[in-house]
């Protein structure tokens, strides 16, 4: 398995705190991997320290076969871990800035991490505008001009620009209603067969977990309770915990997006 993020044995301390405690697992090239839990369950803090926007008390983490365990020690090696992993947050708006355009936003990604010239930022901004789905308009617009839905294809956009190997979604569509939630979903399969990105999926939302990823982790207390394909997790888990997380939530008639359970 070619693995282009290798989490192993990590762990992170508050004071007397473990939120995350000995939590393992890899990812390969174009695979997705959902961590699911309750609130307080540590997947959140994970998805931070492998961003890094926390720093782990222990363990490590590897993405493109290099270590980001600990802080970076120059702008470049910033600059390349932002190129390598990308995260997507739950609410676009709060993490875009409501003075430029989209067309803006993503520019200014371009420049920092490419450096290209005017003319072939351009050039992209437009290939990445019609990757998510945003016309012409809603290029040029502002955030609070947008819906939901847009603001969240801005964010996907944004996150694309950098040309990440790793795309961390943090309850990326958790805010949405069912049928943009559908269509967000289906334009993440999409781009992960297209662009072969590996999907770190973080959430509480079972149906939407069926639909994206491949394996499954589920975290209890800081701690990895039950891990395995997705269908095997969810529809036969082993867990006692994994059990009561699947009976607590509502069980519609859902549909796979295309590929998500081939692997």
């Known amino acids: 398995m070619n693995e282009v993020l290798k989490v192993d044995g990590l762990r992170k301390e508050f004071g007397d705190l473990v939120a995350v405690d000995d939590v393992s697992f890899a990812v390969p ?18 998805a931070k320290m492998i961003v890094g926007l926390e720093r782990p008390t222990g363990g490590s983490i590897a993405a493109c076969g290099r270590d980001r365990s600990h802080p970076a020690k120059s702008t470049d090696e910033r600059r390349r871990r932002g190129r390598e992993v990308q995260i997507v947050f739950q609410d676009p708006y709060t993490s875009l800035d409501p003075r430029q355009t989209v067309e803006r936003t993503l520019d200014e ?5 490419h450096g290209w010239d005017a003319e072939r930022r351009r050039g992209r901004v437009t290939e990445l505008c019609e990757l998510v789905g945003l016309d012409a308009r809603q290029a040029r617009a502002l955030p609070r ?11 996907i956009a944004r996150a694309l620009a950098a040309e990440p190997r790793v795309l961390i979604l943090d309850e990326s569509v958790a805010a949405l209603d069912v ?3 559908a269509q967000v979903l289906n334009l993440l399969a999409d781009i992960r067969d297209e ?8 959430s509480h939302d079972l149906a ?11 975290m209890w207390k800081g701690r990895v309770v039950e891990r395995g394909a997705t269908g095997q997790v969810l ?3 082993r867990d006692e915990y994994t059990r009561r997380l699947r009976a607590s939530v509502p069980r519609p008639g859902w549909k796979p997006v295309r590929g998500a359970m081939t692997r």
């Open 235 to 237: 529809d036969d888990p």
């Open 109 to 113: 990604v371009l420049r920092l991490h």
């Open 29 to 46: 090239e174009a695979g997705s991997l959902a961590i699911v839990g309750e609130s307080g369950s540590g997947k959140t803090t994970v």
């Open 179 to 181: 049928s943009i939630q």
């Open 145 to 155: 001009s947008l819906s939901g839905g847009q603001r969240q294809r801005v964010a």
């Open 195 to 202: 662009a072969r990105i590996t999907y770190v999926l973080i």
């Open 208 to 218: 939407v977990v069926r639909q994206l990823a491949h394996e499954t982790v589920v």
